[in-house]
């Protein structure tokens, strides 16, 4: 399973910062991928954050109400994107060693 950083959005570009201002999923909460996940609030504006993939919401790591700067992981999600792509690697040589004895 791979970890997915959530990071702070940069909303404009003049700001270099914004507040989290309230989760919308806990930790162990399946997220789908653009459904929202977090609000940000800046001196420009306020917005819902979409999860950047779909999987599990593992880790919070910037609680509700911190200001933190653009480009900050604030939270991590779980997907199994990763063992999906190595499972069929693994069982491609497989049949190919089974052509072998003719």
């Known amino acids: 399973m791979a ?25 162990g909460d399946a997220v789908k991928r653009d459904e929202p996940i977090f609000e ?16 599990t919401l593992a880790e919070i790591l910037v609680q509700e ?5 653009v480009q900050t992981v604030v939270a991590k999600i779980e997907t199994d994107a990763a063992a999906a792509a190595e499972a069929p690697a693994a ?12």
């Not at 109400?65 to 700067?69: D, H, L, P, S």
């Open 3 to 27: 970890k997915i950083d959530v990071i702070m959005p940069q909303m404009g570009e003049s700001i270099a910062e914004g507040t989290l201002s309230r989760w919308i999923k806990k930790v």
């Open 40 to 55: 940000i609030s800046t001196d420009k504006v306020d917005a819902e954050i979409p999860a950047p993939t779909a999987g």
């Open 65 to 69: 109400g911190e200001t933190v700067a």
């Open 91 to 102: 069982a491609a040589p497989a049949p190919a060693a089974s052509a072998a004895p003719a």
